[in-house]
């Protein structure tokens, strides 16, 4: 089994990631969140031998197809195995604060697996064994915060009334990673 | 005095104006309220209604962002004053995602309207389900006219209404304490079975629950939508459907009441209850 | 900056399209000769678009001036602003009026069909609210190629994609999809069809002009711009290829076109606050949606429809970046913005309204009210930026526009019209497997898969949903009146003879209101076309038009005899591709109705057993476009639908007389798949759970071949109703000199038969018809 991971962000300003940013600091207080940006990952799993072929595959199913995104209006990177791609990738500039990673997933992931459906019944590509949908968010977090990982995994799970925002633990889990951490995974978790 | 209903406007609902028309239709009296207005501005309301639509788009989740809102003090305050507070869907959302509903533990988080699953694709989902009365339904305002076992024909419209929860054995108690207000079911009123009877894969097949004092409720289906006989399809199977075509070319009829007007009168017969 | 236009038309030609400018070099040097001066580049910009296509009508709109009517009683404002006016009914002191708009987005959809579909409704949508209405529906008319052709995946893609785009938007938004129509065919492959209509409600008072009104001679008028932070969206320049992260990226990202329904939900209710301000304190406006052209276009449209000027900072407009050209802050279409005329003590409240009350700044980065400039009694739009004019034109030069004559090729009619010219009639040899191919033909079989995606009901107006009668009823609350709706366009009619499809458009649309017992009122429709200067392509265009005009004329509304106005709508050219394959002729009319009492209009399907079931108007023997040709796999040949516009007339008002005396339990009107759909759809319901029977005689029609009697599209209706009401039903249609026959009746048997000289020619149980019927679509489609 081989994993790619296509990250996927609009090629416009989000205007979700406005939205949560403007949340976070003028109604849960978290004055220390500078920046929020929002990137939808796609893990597909293969029943190949080579991280190539993989590749090869995922890139094709970029070109033919608009089901992971569109060129019209994404930018997106692929990969397998530690990842190179810029900490801009989810924040404009890390500079003088902390730049967090919040990956969040359904735990019953159904756009993962009709995703995973029309791959194998639509596009003939048997290959394909599972597609897990996430959306992960870039936080840059001012080092004035007082402990700026706590904030990012505060603001990653919604326990308690204005505690938390990114996920709801009764149905998605939640991981936090420093930008550094997701992109060296030993290919993809 | 008829009681007097607040509707909270959050950016992005859209259902808040037919709300007010039904609210009105079964005697009470409704102002709509924007989000942002001053607390000290809000006048002493009877009970309140969070409306549906898509408050902040449904970004992040739905009612995520709209829960973190000023104006949830308010309905917290009135909540615990034992006014009621009804949401649908989107304002169901927003009551679990502030934690009201349940309300087993202050300010805990313990239930989620995840998205619809069973359908065989993801997204919106809208059509005409039945919803049975639950037991006790006088435990809650929202059934409070109602008898155990009715059975009512109400539309539902979302992309996120399966109640489920990470808390283990949660749903047995909010079933043993009579939380869940409103079950889906089929036509003669029987278990759902899958989908379309059971539109989203809610836990226990769940469609409305109240908090632990029965005076909050996140109801998922739109009583709004069903609160006069003509909105009701002339053709699904249902007695409510028999009596809009025994009123065929009946304006009298067709303006009569239907299924929905009965979690409104509900509402109002809950207020004006004797202590 | 002034473009230099010097040298050969070639030279210019270059220059033009260095500045991704689509101007002919004939035209720009047609606009320096009447200003009189190299024109500056934002000034190329305005006048690119305003004499495109898409704005100008340049070759459409002296056809449309010839051949469509336009004018009538009720009719309050008919085409040439943002959407069409016209009078629904009076109720005490309040004249309602329904707004209608309609265009299509078929291009943007292609490309990036959940976005292109999205800003479609959200376009049409701000073309409704801008005249001070409510938008209480919107409508889809949808082309696809095909599912199961050689772009299977592509086309798919797109279904989901438009499907997707349209809940999104106008769920979110909060507007009900009162209906639509889809049609699958490989020559839309390449070009799929995304027309949206909205209709809104208001009071007559309350409908605002696109104009500044006439107060503004005698009191400074402000003008505001509202809504989303200007970006380079339509603009070219933006090339889409090469948005891969790991190359290098070089083109500008502003110009992405994302849907915000979000956004235009808070615009909505903090106008509808600005604009009951204004009816308390008797304050006149002028009001005005942003499309192509920005700024720049829709500030020279509401000055010049005043008679007045402008005067515009383009350092007071909110912009995305900071680097943006001039020509791009006059000229961008970015979607979500308004722009308001009010006098300037009025100023300051829209201004706290929009940006604090309803917190725009909030809803979206950059978003505002913002104050960009004056109206002036000098006729002139002058815009400046650092102080420096970068545009200053006349206004009435800017919105005059440009108009062809285009070369038409002599017309082609597959038949003289004649009633009674030779067809094909085909040989059938096993009915029931055509019958059941029937339902589930893509285009008749149940969209419930596509209609359960969408909202219906919000707004809690609804008393008859998509597919629950043929046509959609909005009932406006506190009132017994219904607006009733429908759009239709039959692309396998235009494809054997335009002229006649056009004509068949308005009569299906027209037949659909009648079915549900409401008086039709107006018409709205967009024409869909390839290139309109391949003289075959304009022709068909002519044609289509002649016969939408036709037809219009002829079917005047129940109870007058002036003929239905075609109040709003919009010209789609150049729908090919590279590779030249254009669509075929395609019209997509949508048709208004007003019920005075709602609750005479019944759903399709049969309510009890042992009715009468009675057929009004004669469906004909045509054949031709049929939906049973193509289920054959035969060629479109044959007589085309209508023969008689007359007999479409008297069954049309026939039927609407018997549904308002409240005699039909059920009506159903007779379209594609003739008689036997019309029956069969009728015995399924439209929510897919008849339970009642019908057994019907096919004697009515002489001689005529069973296959044309039973599949023939030419119109009629089949209506149920009690039998000892048949002998009214008969004289109103009698009086309205509509033919009227016994069909046959209901039965508790869970079968449709069909019988023929007291033969029983077909029987087909209802399982079977309901399952060829309910799933196919999504077979199809997924």
Partial sequence: MVKTEVLVKLAAPDPWSFTVLDALTRKFGFEDVIEVQRTKSWELTFDLASSDAAIALTRELLRTTTLLANPNRDVWTVRCGPGDLPESFWCSDTGEACAFVVRVTDSEDIVGSSAAQIMRSRLGMDSVRAVRFSTVWGLRISRAAADPRDLAARIAVAKTWRSGLLANPHFQDATVFGVDDYLARKGVP | MNPRIGIIQFPGVNCEYETARALESVGMSASILRWNVAPAMIPDFDGFVLPGGFSYEDRVRAGAVAASDDVMETLMAAAADGKPILGICNGAQVLIESGLVPGLTGGRIDLALAPNKGMGRDGYYSNWVYVKVGPDPGRSFAAYGLKEGDILPVPIAHSQGRFTSAESGLFDTLEAESQIVLKYCKADGSAPGAFPDDPNGSERSAAAICNASGNVVAMMPHPERSTWLRQVPADIDSVWAARRNAGLASRAALEGEGPGAGIFRSMRAYIERKP | ?782
């Fill in chain 3, 1 to 782: 900056m002034t473009a230099r236009l010097e040298g050969t038309l070639e030279e210019i030609g270059q220059a033009l399209r260095e500045l991704g400018v689509d101007l002919k070099p004939e035209e720009a040097c047609r606009i320096r000769d009447r200003i009189g001066r190299d024109p500056t580049v934002t000034e190329l910009f305005i006048f690119d678009i305003m004499w495109s296509e898409h704005c100008s009508y340049k070759s459409s709109k002296r056809v449309l001036q010839q051949y469509l009517p336009t004018e009538g009683s009720g009719v309050v404002l008919g085409p040439g602003e943002d959407a069409g006016v016209v009078r629904l009914a009076t109720v005490g002191e309040d004249t309602y009026v329904l707004v209608v708009a309609h265009e299509s987005h078929n291009h943007p959809s292609q490309i990036l069909p959940v976005e292109g579909a999205a800003t479609g409704i959200g376009g049409i949508v701000r073309d409704v609210y801008c005249m001070g209405a409510d938008v209480i529906g919107v409508m889809d008319a949808l082309r696809f190629g095909d599912p199961e052709g050689p772009r299977s995946e592509n086309v798919k893609e797109i279904v989901e994609g438009v499907v997707r785009g349209i809940w999104e938007y106008g769920n979110a938004l909060g507007v009900p999809n009162v209906g639509g129509d889809i049609f699958f065919d490989r020559d839309y492959d390449e070009n799929c069809l995304v027309n949206v209509i909205a209709m809104g409600l208001a009071r007559e008072e309350e409908i605002i002009r696109s104009r500044v009104p006439p107060e503004a001679a005698d009191e400074p008028y402000d003008l505001i711009l509202v809504g989303k932070p200007t970006d380079r969206s339509g603009l070219g320049g933006a090339t889409m290829a090469s948005r891969i992260l790991d190359e290098e990226r070089t083109s500008d990202l502003g110009a992405v076109q994302l849907h915000d329904p979000f956004l235009k939900r808070m615009l909505a209710e903090a106008t509808r606050a600005v604009l009951s301000h204004a009816r308390d304190a008797g304050i006149k406006v002028g009001f005005k949606d942003l499309g192509a052209g920005g700024i720049a276009c829709a500030v020279s449209e509401i000055v010049d429809r005043g008679a007045f000027g402008a005067r515009i900072d383009l350092d007071e407009v909110n912009v995305a970046f900071a680097d943006i050209e001039s020509f791009a802050i006059a000229c961008s279409e970015t979607q979500e913005r308004y722009c308001w005329a009010v006098p300037r003590g009025f100023t300051e409240t829209v201004l706290r309204i929009y940006n604090d009350e309803y917190e725009l700044p909030h809803v979206y980065r950059g978003a505002r009210a913002a104050l960009i400039g004056r109206v002036t009694r000098e006729r002139d739009v002058v815009m400046t930026r650092g102080g420096e004019t970068v545009a200053g034109l006349p206004a009435p030069m800017i919105t005059e526009g440009i108009a062809y004559d285009r070369e038409a090729a002599p017309p082609r009619r597959s038949a003289d019209g004649k009633a009674g010219a030779a067809g094909v009639v085909p040989r059938v040899d096993d009915l029931k497997a055509v019958c059941l191919s029937l339902l589930s033909l893509s285009s008749i079989c149940s969209k419930h898969y596509v209609y359960r995606h969408y909202d219906s009901e919000v707004k809690g107006m609804s008393a008859l949903k998509p597919g629950e009668a043929d046509a959609c009823v909005t009932v406006i609350p506190g009132t017994s009146v219904g607006v009733a709706t429908s759009v239709d366009g039959n692309p396998r009619y235009s494809r054997v003879d335009p002229y006649w499809g056009g004509v068949m458009a308005v009569c299906e649309s027209v037949r659909n209101i009648a079915a549900v017992g409401a008086v039709p009122i107006a018409l709205t429709d967009c024409l869909n076309f390839g290139n309109p200067e391949d003289p075959r392509v304009f022709r068909d265009f002519v044609e289509t038009v002649k016969g939408i005009g036709d037809a219009a004329r002829a079917l005047s509304a129940f109870g007058t005899d002036e003929p239905l106005p075609v109040v709003s709508g919009n010209v789609s050219f150049y729908n090919e591709s590279s590779s030249g394959a254009a669509i075929p002729p395609s019209p997509v009319v949508a048709c208004y109705g007003v019920l005075d009492d709602y609750a005479v209009a019944t759903s399709l399907a049969l309510k009890q057993t042992g009715s009468q079931l009675l057929l009004v108007g004669n469906p004909g023997n045509a054949l031709a476009g049929s939906a049973l040709l193509e289920v054959l796999g035969l060629p479109g040949t044959g007589m085309p639908p209508v023969a008689d516009l007359e007999a479409e007339r008297k069954a049309a008002h026939a039927i609407t007389g018997t549904i308002r005396s409240g005699l039909a339990l059920a009506c159903h009107d007779i379209s594609e798949g003739g008689l036997f759909v019309a029956v069969a759809e009728m015995v399924i319901g439209g929510w897919g759970t008849g339970r009642k029977g019908a057994s019907i005689e096919l004697d009515f029609g002489g001689d005529a071949a069973e296959v044309e009697l039973l599949f023939s599209e030419g119109g009629g209706y089949v209506v149920e109703v009690l039998p000892e009401r048949v002998g009214e039903v008969s004289s109103i249609c009698e009086s309205h000199g509509a033919k009227v026959s016994r069909l046959g009746r209901t039965v508790e048997e869970q079968v449709l038969e069909v019988r023929k000289r007291g033969r029983t020619i077909l029987k087909i149980g209802i399982d079977e018809m309901r399952d060829a019927w309910s799933s196919a679509l999504e077979k199809l489609v997924r």
